[in-house]
C-alpha cells in the first residue's frame, strides 16, 4: 500500500497495534498534555460539553481503545426493540420472492431487488408483508411501459392477463396509462417516465392507501382496505415483457420518506449511529493539525490537509479505520454516511480542493483497510452513485447532475481506485453508460423549464404543392422567436457543463499515461468496452441485455470528443502523425485478427470463408500466414455449428478458435437490474498476434500469426513495439508506412463506428417525433384560428367548443416547444451535428482506403458502410431545420466521395450480404432525388458514372431491379410527358405521411446520366435488347399481376356477405401498379434518348422490340380506358392503400411513349410504329380518344351513361400538361385516326389456317429449322429472347427462316 499524495510510502503492517510497551514508547513523540488534547479534540462525545473540559480524563493510546468503545456503543435494548416491530411479517431483509411468489417468466437481479418482465404480465410480491401500521417502499422506474405496482395479499391469484390491482384485495397504479386498479379502474396520479421514483404507502390504521411520484403526493388512492384476521398485504408488481424496474424496501436510504410512514426494511440504526460518531472523529483529523513545536492544535481547512507521515496522526487513523472498516461494507451506511460526506466535500468547495480531499480519503481506506474491504466499500459507492445520478429530479441547473458527476470524477482520478473500478465494476458490475447520459424531461413543469424558457415559440410553415407559402414574420413573432432562442441558449449552456463533466470521465478512463506498477487504463477500457459492444451486438432483439439506445447516443458523443481530444494531443507531440479530422480505421485491422467483430457480418460473406478463399491474397499482399490448424478448425466449426453438443464445445481449446471468433461460455441464471450491469457474460475475445520477431521483416516474409484472447492482450499486442506492429500488423502495400495515432485510439475509433450502427441512429430518428409533433400541433392551431374568424359571431357554441380547442392546442405546444428545445440541445445541437459528420467523414476515408486493397476489401465489417448511408440520412433529415447539413465544412466534397462510393460499390461483386447490397441501392435511389445530392453524382468522376450507368442498365432479371428501375426513373422524371409533378394530382388535398420521402420531392432531372445511358444503348449490339427486353417483360408480370389483384378485390366488394380485404394485398396491388407506370417512363425516357433501338429496323432486334412494345401499350390503353370497365370501378372505390391507382399517372406515362413514337419521330420511323400499332389486334382507336375525354358510344341496348359523369381528359389538368403537349396528343389521334382507316380500306381477310397459331393475329411469316413449325415473326423473335426451344416440339431451334405461302405453293408446284 503507498500513499501517491503524501509523498512517502507506508507500510500497513507497521501501523497496526501492538503491545502496550509499544503503545508507551509512542506517545512520547508529542507532549502527552498535547496528545490528549488532540484525542479528546477528535474522539469527542456528542454529551460532552464545555463544562467537561476541565474535569475530563486523560487520553492516550493506552485507554484511547476503551475511550472508543464507551463512544460507540449503542444501547441493546433500544436495539433489540427496533428489530421487533409490531405489524410485520416475514424476514428482517425484504427481497422479492423469487421462490414461490410470482407468476409468469420474470428475470430477478442477484440482490433480488430488481426485476424485467421476460412474459406477458409476469407478476412477483416481496418476502415481507404488514397488516398494522403505516409502511411505505419505492419503486425506480427503469422503463416506462406497462406496469402495475402496489399491494396484494398471499389469497391473489394471478395469470398472463390478470395482475396485481385486477383482483380483490390487489391495489395498483399504473403511469403508464394513468390509472389506479383494483379489480375496476379509475383516472389517477400522472405520467410515469423512466428515472422517476414511486412511493408506495399503506396506511393500515386508517385503511388507506396512497402513491407518490418523484416525492408529490399523487393522492388518496383507495379507502376501507380490508383488514383483520388473516389480512396482510405484500408489495408486489405485474409488469409487461422487457419492462423493468428496482425496488427499495429499506435496504438503501429511501430518496423520498414520508414522515410517519416505516420501510419495510428498518435501517441499520446502529451501524448507522456508530459511523456517524466514527466520521466526526475522521472530519476533525481532517480539520485539526498538531503543532509540536508550539504545543498546540491548529485548525486548518479540509482541503489544506495532507498525510506527511506523522505517527501520532497515523495511529489516530488507525483506530478509526479499525471500526470503520467493516462498517464501510454496508450498503446503507456507504450511501448514508460517507456518501452524503463525500458530496458534502464536492458541494463545499471547488473541484480542485474537493477532488484533494476525496483523494486524502481514498489513500487512507487503502492504507488502512484491507483490499478486500476497499474493494467492496468502492463498488458500493459507485452503485449508490449511479442510482442518485440516474433517478435524480431534472431542474434548471442540473445541479444535482453536476455534484454527482463531480464526485464520480474526483474518484476515478485517484488511480488505484479507478483501475480496481475499471477493471471489477464499471463495465462487469454497473451499467456505467448511465453516467454519460442526460435524463430528457418529459414533464416540462417539473424540470423547471418554464422558468428557463419562459417564451415559447415554433415555426409557423405550410407548404404547398409545387411552392411554398411564405409569411412575413411580425413583430410579435420574432420578438417571441428572439426570446425563445435565448431560452434554448440558456439551456444549452447548463446542458454543455454536464457534458463537459462526462467528457472528463471519458478521459480519465482513456488514459494510458497511468501504467505505473500495472497496466494503463486505456488498456484496460479497450478490453471491456469491446466486450460491451459485444453484448450490444450479439444481444439484438433481446432488450433487458442491451443498453438502452437513448444511453448510447450519449456514449457516442462523449467518447468522440474524448477519442479526439487524446488524438489531437498525441498529434502535437508526435508530428508526423495525422489530425483527428484525417482520422480512419486502416484496413489491416479488418483481416489481420487483431480486432474481434464477433459475427458480424463482413462485406464478402462469413470470415470463415473469406480466409480460405483469399489466404493467397493475404498472403501475396498483406505477407499474412493463417495458422492451417485454425483453418482446419474454422471449417469444422461451420459444418459441426448446429450438430456440436455443449460439453464439446464447452472443452474446444483456444488455439483452435477461428480468427476473430468467440467461445461461447455458460449463461448465468440471474440477468442484472435496470441499474447494475452484467457480470461475466461476455464471450470471449479473439485475437491475432505476431510472435514478435527478433529482427525486421523483409518484404518477402510473411507472418504467421496466433490466436490470443482479449483478456490476453498487452500493450505491446496493441501499439506494437521495434519490429511489431501491433493492430496494423500486415500493412498493404497501398497503405502509407506513417502511422496515423496510436493504435489503442483506432480501435477506440472502430468502436465509436459500430456504436452509431448498433442502436444510435434508430435513435436519433425517434427524436425527431418531437419536432414532428411540434409540426402536428402548429397546424391544428392555425387551422382552428382560421376557423374561429370564418365562424359567425352569434353561433356561441361553435366559438366556446373552437376556443376550447385553442387553448389545448396552445399549451399542449407551450410543453412541446420547451421538449423540443431540450432535444435540440441535448440531441440535436452543432455540436452533436458535426459529431455524426466527423463519423460519417470517417466512415468514407475508411472505405475508400479498404477499397484500393482489391480483394480484401471484402473483409471490412458490413457496418461501414451502414453507418455512412445512415449518418448521412440523419445529417439531412434529423438535424434541420435548425441546423443545415450546407453549413458544415467541405460538405460538398463529402457528399462527392459518398455519391462515388455508392456508385461504385451498389453492384461490387466483392460485396455479397442481400441486405447491405439493397442497402446501397436504396441509398443511391434516395441520393438522386435532391438536387445537391444529384449534382454530387455528376461531379464524380465520368469513367465512375458511365460505370454506374452501366451498371444500372444490366439486364433486370436474376436481381433486384425495382431500385434500379426507381433510379433511371428519377433522372428523367422532370422531362417525361406531364411528367413535371411532385404528388398525383388526385392527391393533392390528402396530407403525406412525411413530406421528407425521396418520392415526394421536386422533379430535378439529369441530362449528364441521361445522356451517358444513351450512349451506352448505341455502343454495343446486345445492351439495349438485353437491357429492353428485360423491361419489357417486367412490364407485362407486374401490369398483368396488378390486372389479376384488381379483379380478386373487385370481386370481393361485390359480395353481399361482409368481407375484408387484407391491407397487404392492397399494398402489393398498389406496388405493382406503381411498378408498371415507372417501367413505362424508363421506355419513354429510351425512346426519346435513343429513338433508333425501335424504330431503324436495320437493327437486328429494332423490329421485334417495337412490336412487344405496341402489344403491351395496346393492353395497358385498353384495361385502363374502357368505360365502366374493372379498373374504373377500383379507382372509384378509393380504398386505403391503393391511393396511388389512378388513371393519371398510367395513361401520361403511355401518352408520351406514343406521342415519341408518332409525333416526334422521323417520317420512317413514324410510319413504322403506325403500322406495328395498328397491325396489333388490340388496337382500338377508341383508347386513343379517351385520352382527349372523347367517350366510347354506348353499344346498342345499353343504357346512356350518366349525363352528371366526369370523363377522364388530359385537357383536365392543364396545371401538369403544357398546351404543347396537349396539341401533340391532337395531332397523334388525327394522324391515327387517318392512318386506321386507310388501313382498314386496303386490309384484305385472311383465312384462321393461314394466322400465326400462337397469337392468331398475325399471318404466318417464319418457319423454324430444323423442325418446319411456322409462327409469325414477331411470336419467335420475342420467344427467342428468353428461349431457344420450339413452341411445338421442344426441339432446338437452329435457324428461322421467312415463309411465304404463295412462293411455298408454287415451289411444291414445281418440283411435283
Not at 226 to 255: D, H, Q, T
Not at 279 to 301: N, T, W
Not at 866 to 875: G, T
Amino acid at each position: 500500500m503507498a500513499s501517491k499524495e503524501g509523498g512517502m510510502a507506508f507500510s500497513r503492517k507497521s501501523y497496526k497495534l501492538t503491545s502496550d510497551a509499544e503503545r508507551s514508547r509512542v506517545t512520547g513523540i508529542v507532549h502527552e498534555k498535547l496528545l490528549s488534547d488532540y484525542l479528546h479534540r477528535v474522539f469527542a462525545s456528542p454529551d460532552q460539553g464545555p463544562a467537561a473540559a476541565t474535569s475530563r480524563k486523560p487520553l492516550n493510546f493506552q485507554n484511547l481503545p476503551e475511550h472508543l468503545d464507551q463512544l460507540l456503543h449503542v444501547d441493546k435494548e433500544e436495539e433489540e426493540s427496533r428489530e421487533q416491530v409490531e405489524g410485520r411479517l416475514g424476514p428482517s431483509t425484504v427481497v422479492l420472492d423469487h421462490t414461490g411468489g410470482f407468476e409468469g417468466l420474470l428475470l430477478v437481479d442477484d440482490d433480488l431487488l430488481g426485476v424485467i418482465g421476460h412474459s406477458n404480465f409476469g407478476t412477483i410480491r416481496s418476502t415481507t408483508c404488514v397488516y398494522k401500521g403505516k409502511w411505505i417502499y419505492e419503486v425506480l422506474i427503469s422503463s416506462q411501459g406497462l406496469m402495475q405496482i402496489g399491494w396484494c395479499t398471499i389469497n391473489c391469484r394471478f395469470n398472463q392477463e390478470e395482475g396485481v390491482g385486477d383482483t380483490h384485495n390487489s391495489y395498483a397504479y399504473d403511469g403508464n396509462r394513468v390509472r389506479k386498479w383494483n379489480v375496476t379502474t379509475t383516472n389517477y396520479g400522472k405520467a410515469w417516465a423512466a428515472g422517476d421514483i414511486v412511493s408506495c404507502l399503506i396506511d393500515l390504521d386508517e385503511g388507506t392507501l396512497s402513491f407518490s411520484l418523484n416525492g408529490v403526493s399523487l393522492g388518496t388512492a383507495f379507502e376501507n382496505l380490508s383488514r383483520g384476521l388473516g389480512m396482510a398485504y405484500f408489495p408486489a408488481i405485474s409488469l409487461s415483457f422487457k419492462e423493468s424496474v428496482a425496488f427499495n424496501f429499506g435496504s438503501r436510504p429511501l430518496r423520498y420518506p414520508v414522515a410517519g410512514y416505516r420501510p419495510l426494511q428498518d435501517p441499520p440504526s446502529a451501524s448507522l449511529v456508530r459511523a456517524q460518531r466514527l466520521l466526526g472523529c475522521f472530519r476533525a483529523v481532517l480539520s485539526v493539525e498538531l503543532d509540536p513545536v508550539e504545543g498546540r492544535l491548529v485548525e486548518k481547512k479540509s482541503s489544506e490537509w495532507q498525510l506527511q507521515g506523522q505517527p501520532t496522526i497515523l495511529l489516530t487513523l488507525a483506530h478509526i479505520f479499525h471500526h470503520f472498516a467493516s462498517l464501510l461494507c454496508e450498503v446503507y451506511v456507504v450511501e448514508a454516511v460517507l456518501m452524503s460526506f463525500l458530496l458534502g466535500v464536492v458541494e463545499a468547495g471547488p473541484p480542485e480542493q474537493a477532488q484533494t480531499v476525496v483523494h486524502h480519503v481514498l489513500d487512507l481506506l487503502w492504507l488502512f483497510m484491507e483490499d478486500y474491504e476497499v474493494q467492496d466499500c468502492l463498488k458500493q459507492l459507485m452503485m449508490s452513485l449511479l442510482r442518485l445520478y440516474r433517478f435524480s429530479p431534472i431542474v434548471p441547473d442540473l445541479s444535482l447532475q453536476i455534484h454527482y458527476l463531480r464526485l464520480t470524477i474526483a474518484i476515478l482520478s485517484h488511480e488505484k481506485s479507478r483501475k480496481f473500478l475499471l477493471s471489477n465494476v464499471l463495465f462487469d458490475v454497473l451499467r456505467s453508460i448511465v453516467f454519460f447520459y442526460i435524463k430528457s424531461p418529459l414533464r416540462v413543469e417539473e424540470a423547471g423549464l418554464q422558468e428557463l424558457i419562459p417564451t415559447t415559440w415554433w415555426p409557423h410553415r405550410s407548404p404547398r404543392e409545387g411552392k411554398e407559402e411564405v409569411r412575413e414574420e411580425t413583430s410579435e413573432e420574432r420578438l417571441r422567436r428572439r426570446a425563445y432562442e435565448r431560452g434554448c441558449q440558456r439551456l444549452k449552456k447548463r446542458i454543455e457543463v454536464v457534458e463537459e463533466l462526462q467528457v472528463q470521465i471519458l478521459k480519465l478512463l482513456l488514459n494510458n499515461k497511468d501504467d505505473n506498477g500495472g497496466e494503463a487504463s486505456r488498456y484496460i477500457f479497450l478490453t471491456k468496452f469491446r466486450k460491451f459492444l459485444q453484448e450490444n451486438a450479439s444481444g439484438r432483439g433481446n432488450t433487458p441485455m442491451l443498453c438502452p439506445p437513448e444511453y448510447m447516443v450519449c456514449f457516442l458523443h462523449r467518447l468522440i470528443s474524448a477519442l479526439r481530444f487524446y488524438w489531437d494531443e498525441y498529434k502535437a507531440s508526435n508530428p508526423r502523425t495525422s489530425f483527428s479530422e484525417e482520422a480512419y480505421v486502416p484496413p489491416q485491422i479488418f483481416y489481420n485478427g487483431k480486432v474481434d467483430y464477433f459475427d458480424l457480418q463482413r462485406l464478402g460473406g462469413l470470415l470463415s470463408h473469406l480466409r480460405k478463399t483469399l489466404k493467397d491474397d493475404l498472403a501475396s499482399k498483406a505477407n499474412i500466414l493463417i495458422d492451417p490448424l485454425e483453418l482446419q478448425a474454422t471449417t469444422m466449426d461451420d459444418l459441426d455449428e448446429d450438430e456440436e453438443p455443449a460439453p464439446a464445445a464447452a472443452q474446444r481449446p483456444m488455439q483452435a478458435l477461428a480468427v476473430g471468433g468467440a467461445l461461447p461460455l455458460p449463461r448465468p441464471g440471474w440477468l442484472s437490474s435496470p441499474t447494475l450491469g452484467r457480470a461475466n457474460r461476455f464471450l470471449s475475445t479473439a485475437a491475432v498476434s505476431l510472435m514478435t520477431p527478433r529482427r525486421p521483416l523483409s518484404a518477402s516474409e510473411k507472418v504467421k500469426v496466433r490466436t490470443l484472447s482479449a483478456e490476453q492482450r498487452t500493450r505491446e499486442d496493441i501499439e506494437g513495439s521495434q519490429w511489431n506492429e501491433g493492430l496494423l500488423v500486415g500493412r498493404p502495400p497501398e497503405e502509407p508506412e506513417q502511422p496515423l495515432t496510436e493504435n489503442s485510439l483506432l480501435e477506440v475509433l472502430d468502436g465509436a463506428v459500430m456504436m452509431y450502427n448498433l442502436s444510435v441512429h434508430q435513435q436519433l430518428g425517434k427524436m425527431v417525433g418531437v419536432s414532428d409533433d411540434v409540426n402536428e400541433y402548429a397546424m391544428a392551431l392555425r387551422d382552428t384560428e382560421d376557423k374561429l374568424r370564418r365562424c359567425p359571431k352569434r353561433r356561441k357554441d361553435i366559438l366556446a367548443e373552437l376556443s376550447k380547442s385553442q387553448k389545448v392546442f396552445s399549451e399542449k405546444l407551450d410543453h412541446l416547444s420547451r421538449r423540443l428545445a431540450w432535444v435540440h440541445a441535448a440531441v440535436y445541437s452543432q455540436e452533436k451535428m458535426q459529431d455524426i459528420y466527423w463519423l460519417l467523414r470517417v466512415c468514407l476515408r475508411t472505405i475508400e482506403h479498404g477499397d484500393r486493397t482489391g480483394s480484401l476489401f471484402a473483409f471490412m465489417p458490413e457496418f461501414y458502410l451502414s453507418v455512412a448511408i445512415n449518418s448521412y440520412s440523419a445529417l439531412k433529415n434529423y438535424f434541420g431545420p435548425v441546423h443545415s447539413m450546407e453549413e458544415l465544412p467541405g460538405y460538398e466534397e463529402t457528399l462527392t466521395r459518398l455519391a462515388a462510393i455508392l456508385a461504385k460499390h451498389f453492384a461490387d461483386t466483392r460485396i455479397v450480404g442481400t441486405d447491405i447490397r439493397d442497402s446501397l441501392m436504396q441509398a443511391l435511389a434516395s441520393y438522386v432525388c435532391y438536387p445537391n445530392s444529384l449534382r454530387a453524382v455528376e461531379r464524380i468522376p465520368e469513367e465512375q458514372r458511365i460505370a454506374m450507368v452501366r451498371n444500372l442498365l444490366a439486364p433486370y432479371e436474376q436481381r433486384p431491379w425495382a431500385q434500379t428501375n426507381w433510379i433511371l426513373v428519377r433522372l428523367w422524371r422532370g422531362c417525361g410527358f406531364g411528367y413535371r409533378y411532385t404528388r398525383l394530382p388526385h392527391l393533392l388535398k390528402t396530407k403525406p405521411e412525411d413530406a421528407n420521402l425521396p418520392s415526394l420531392q421536386k422533379p430535378c432531372p439529369s441530362t449528364l446520366l441521361q445522356q451517358h445511358m444513351a450512349d451506352l444503348l448505341r455502343e454495343g449490339p446486345d445492351v439495349a435488347p438485353s437491357f429492353l427486353n428485360s423491361v419489357l417483360n417486367q412490364l407485362n408480370w407486374a401490369f398483368s399481376e396488378f390486372i389479376g389483384m384488381i379483379q380478386e378485390i373487385q370481386q370481393a366488394a361485390e359480395r353481399l356477405e361482409r368481407n375484408y380485404v387484407d391491407s397487404r394485398q392492397l399494398k402489393v396491388c398498389a406496388t405493382c401498379f406503381d411498378l408498371s407506370v415507372s417501367l413505362l417512363r424508363v421506355l419513354e425516357m429510351t425512346i426519346t434518348l435513343v429513338p433508333e433501338i425501335f424504330l431503324d429496323w436495320a437493327r437486328p432486334t429494332s423490329e421485334m422490340l417495337l412490336r412487344r412494345l405496341a402489344q403491351l401499350l395496346n393492353q395497358v390503353l385498353n384495361r385502363v380506358t374502357a368505360e365502366r370497365n374493372l379498373f374504373d370501378r377500383v379507382v372509384t372505390l378509393r380504398l386505403p392503400g391503393l391511393e396511388s391507382v389512378d388513371h393519371y399517372p398510367i395513361l401520361v406515362a403511355v401518352t408520351g411513349i406514343l406521342v415519341r413514337l408518332l409525333v416526334h419521330g422521323p417520317a420512317s420511323g413514324t410510319e413504322r410504329a403506325t403500322s406495328v400499332l395498328l397491325a396489333d389486334p388490340c388496337f382500338q382507336l377508341r383508347s386513343i380518344s379517351y385520352l382527349l375525354g372523347q367517350p366510347e358510344p354506348p353499344a346498342p341496348g345499353t343504357a346512356l351513361p350518366a349525363p352528371d359523369r366526369k370523363h377522364f381528359s388530359l385537357q383536365s389538368y392543364t396545371d401538369y400538361i403544357s398546351v404543347e403537349e396537349l396539341g401533340q396528343v391532337e395531332q397523334m389521334l388525327a394522324h391515327l385516326t387517318s392512318a386506321s382507316a386507310q388501313v382498314a380500306a386496303a386490309s384484305l381477310p385472311t383465312s384462321e389456317e393461314d394466322l400465326c397459331p400462337i397469337c392468331y393475329a398475325h399471318p404466318i411469316s417464319a418457319v423454324f429449322q430444323p423442325c418446319g413449325h411456322k409462327s409469325c415473326k414477331a411470336c419467335i423473335d420475342q420467344h427467342l429472347m428468353n428461349n431457344k426451344d420450339c413452341f411445338f416440339c421442344k426441339a432446338t431451334i437452329v435457324s428461322v427462316e421467312d415463309w411465304d405461302k404463295a412462293a411455298h405453293a408454287s415451289a411444291t408446284s414445281s418440283a411435283a
